[in-house]
């Protein structure tokens, strides 16, 4: 226990004195009937993006899941572990969510390191070289657009990986067939970790628009 964070403990304090203690019925109701959120949030394990903070979020309103960069690779049903996919399909069969969104944001980390190699945080390691991979056409591309800055370079990386995870989640046969039957919606968001304003993409010019809020 001596090596447990502290500041975990205290924030777990304060969420059993506050939240919970506010919410408590909603846990204890949620634990008895199970969970039936309506929207899946693809977003990026970066600290500062929290999507129930983003989206004022109670317990039990959205499903999660988070990875480096927010994305989602093409259907690829292998041999080989796939968590994203995984999540995905649990999202999709069993709880039937109607929408799903994947939300960038800005100043990612593991964008940044897609356009430029040798940045931070992209390590020498087995797996996040592979998995930002995903991204390398697009990448170079960017890359090579000497007219561009560089925070507009990897803005636009960020939202053009919106976009390729928008794809990919086409290529799930059954995402496919249920956004055709009208069943399910696919949206895309990015969010500025500076300003806290978020774009949204309009599906007919794929184009990032700030929302009426």
């Known amino acids: 226990m001596d090596s447990f964070p502290t500041s975990l403990l205290s924030g777990y304090r304060n969420f059993m004195s506050g939240r919970y203690a506010d919410e408590r019925e909603r846990y204890r109701s949620l634990a008895e009937s199970g969970q039936s959120p309506s929207t899946l949030v693809i977003a ?7 999507p129930e903070i983003i989206f004022d979020a109670g317990p039990g309103e959205l499903f999660v899941i988070r990875n480096v960069a927010n994305m989602v690779p093409p259907y690829e049903p292998d041999g080989n572990f796939h968590a994203t996919s995984a999540a995905l399909e649990f999202a999709v069969q069993s709880l039937k969510v109607s929408d799903i969104v994947v939300m960038g944001h800005g100043r990612c980390g593991g964008i940044r390191a897609a356009l430029d190699p040798n940045a931070e945080p992209l390590s020498p390691g087995d797996f996040i070289g592979r998995w930002m991979g995903l991204l390398k056409p697009a990448a170079e591309q960017i890359q090579s657009n000497d007219i561009m800055t560089p925070v507009e370079r990897q803005t636009a990386l960020e939202r053009i990986s919106i976009r ?21 919606q696919l949206h895309g968001a990015w969010f500025d970790i500076s300003t806290g304003e978020l774009w949204i993409m309009d599906p007919a010019t794929r ?3 700030r929302p009426d809020v």
């Not at 990026?44 to 929290?50: H, L, P």
């Not at 390729?164 to 989640?169: G, T, V």
């Open 44 to 50: 990026c394990c970066d600290s500062r993006a929290a």
């Open 164 to 184: 390729n995870s928008l794809n990919n989640l086409r290529s799930f046969p059954e995402i496919k067939a249920l956004e055709g039957e009208g069943k399910l």
């Open 207 to 209: 184009d990032f628009i």
